[in-house]
Each structure stands twice: as C-alpha cells, then as structure tokens.
C-alpha cells in the first residue's frame, strides 16, 4: 500500500496517541487484510508496523500499530501531504508542539524526530 492510501486509512479509520509515554499511529479494522496491507506499505518505506487484537471490544478488531515518536515522525512525513481531516491535521500540530516542547528530553529518538518533523514545510497540506 502506497503512503497515499496509508493516508486515506489514518484519516477515515486511524488515531495518532501518546500513550505509555510513546507516540502511536493505530488503525483499528475487523478485516485483517488491509491491516496486513497498510503495515505491508509501511514496511517498504522503513517504517516499523505490527498487528495487534485490540482488548475490550465486543468484537474481534485487529489494529495496525506504529509506535515510538521516531517512527510516527516518518511515517507523517510520507503520509502527511494526503490527509484531508482538520482533526488528523490538528493532532499533528499536537505532536510537533510536544516535539518541540521545552525539555531536558535528549533521547536520540526524539531528537531525529525533531529534525525530520523540523524538515517539514507549512504548504504542503491538501487542506
């Protein structure tokens, strides 16, 4: 799956959380094919992704996961320029206020986060 499609997926059936202190990227999806699909696409690209069973839900629900604020950085990078939701672009901007919050925050994860996320230019949005 193209970082195009990827992006039609994040907008209409994905979340982007911090959550146990880590950025995540969740798909959640009873059919797992396109689950296999998107974390296929994200593989080619370099980008790390897994399927889970998502817990406390009435029925059985797979989730795509990118997880680690390094790797949710450069998958925003591919996918960024397709999203179309003003929610999707909000906890965007969410994720770079937190990258770019003042902390003693020095984790070589969150620093190449910083300069890929600091690559990025305003105008390159669909909305």
Not at 75 to 81: D, G, I, K, S, Y
Not at 84 to 110: A, C, D, G, H, M
Request: aromatic residues 8%; charged residues 30%.
């Amino acid at each position: 799956m193209a970082a195009f499609e990827r992006a039609i997926w994040l907008d209409t059936e994905g979340s982007m959380s911090l959550a146990h202190r880590s950025w995540e990227i969740s798909i959640s999806q009873l059919d797992k094919q396109p689950l296999e699909d998107y974390c296929e696409g994200a593989r080619k690209d370099g980008i790390p992704c897994q399927i889970t069973i998502a817990r406390n839900t009435e029925r059985k629900c797979y989730r795509a996961r990118i997880v680690g604020v390094e790797d949710v950085a450069k998958e925003l990078t591919l996918v960024r320029p397709f999203l179309r939701t003003r929610k999707k672009v909000q906890q965007i901007e969410w994720f770079k206020e937190y990258l770019f919050r003042p902390s003693n925050n020095t984790r070589i994860q969150t620093l190449r986060a910083r300069e890929i996320v600091g690559s990025w230019s305003s105008d390159n949005l669909v909305m």
